[in-house]
């Protein structure tokens, strides 16, 4: 895994642009826990007109490429398909405008949670429940292991719960 | 969600209450599953349980719960050194 990777850098750059998104797949399982490796970010952006403009600010930013090589034209780019994925100066960036399983932004909105990561940005990350929601939809083989992964980290949420709930009771 | 119904329409199909099933899908509350079984069959699906050996992963779950006491930042840097590797 030896592609440039800075998760920072392409966050600072959609939090500059004040862009609206819920970070979901493989560094969104990370910051629940999981403990995989993943060498992109994939985002689910608010579709409202004037944030895919911030979005495309960012992108210019970042200077996003479509894997023809070209610039992504959003509008265009996210009609075609139920992914956009991009190279970036910062690594590998996936938007997702609505996931498998879910209807999604103002679906995984409700039940997102703001992360503080450092440097002074808190992004939004799709809850465990949706992360399993997501995979188990996609229904891929390569994907049995982390979905796995995230149902026993939703029991040990549980059960640290149950845990936590019986010491307030003492 | 797979059989694209809305909580009024699995609400007409299924015959339970439309805020019961909002309750559900907020996770606020959880279904049995003989009601669980009923919604999937509203919605043209069954449930298939299956009894198979379960062993727990301690290795697996040590590691898990180690990551569940680090902080989102915390978890974030330890991949990226991880990547570094």
Redesign the interface.
Known sequence: MAERFDPYALLEALERQRVTYIIIGGLGRVLHGSDELTDGLDIVPSTREENLRRLGLALEELNARRPDGKAPQLDRDLARGPLLELATDAGELKIVPEPAGTRGYDDLRRRARLEPLGRGLRPSVASLDDHARMLAALGREHDREPLLTLQRLIELEHELGRGISREIEL | ??AGLSQVELSQRSGKDRAQIARWE??VVVPSLETLRELLRACGYDLELTLVPYEA?RK??A???K??Q????E??QT??R??GR
Do not use: H, K
């Not at chain 2, 680090?70 to 930042?73: A, Y």
């Open positions: 969600m797979r907020r996770d992963d697996q779950d590691r898990l719960q990551a569940l680090r902080t989102p930042q978890r974030l991949m990226l991880g990547r």
